[in-house]
């Protein structure tokens, strides 16, 4: 079993920073792709930001130049941060990584309980 715990969520004014963290732990082999997803009231749940093993990034429109994600295989951690927070960044944000189990397995997704983070105008 693979487990993903996210931290660094929280309440901050407009223009703020924060620093999300993403560490997984249990029974895995390697870890593909890694990324950070939000889902705000009522809406669908969206990809913010995904970083490969070998460190190739995509950035949602919405994110660029003010989010950035970068991961440590050492530590299978994934990080984001997020500057120049606005309103509408306001949502649940979830941990996502592809990871496999078993050698020469597939790999297969695994998902955070997710991180509150509100932003105040």
């Known amino acids: 079993q693979v487990q993903l715990v996210e931290s660094g969520g929280g309440l901050v004014q407009a223009g703020g920073s924060l620093r999300l963290s993403c560490a997984a732990s249990?029974?895995?082999?390697?870890?593909?792709?890694m990324g950070w997803y939000r889902q705000a009231p009522g809406k669908q749940r969206e990809l913010v930001a995904a970083i490969t093993s070998g460190g190739s990034i995509n950035y949602a429109d919405s994110v660029k130049g003010r989010f950035t994600i970068s991961r440590d295989n050492a530590k299978n951690t994934v990080y984001l941060q997020i500057n120049s927070l606005k309103p509408e960044d306001t949502a649940v944000y979830y941990c996502n990584a592809v990871v496999v189990t078993a050698p020469l397995g597939r790999g297969s997704d695994y998902w955070g309980q997710g991180t509150q983070v509100t932003v105040s105008s």
């Open positions: 249990g029974s895995i082999c390697s870890i593909n792709a």
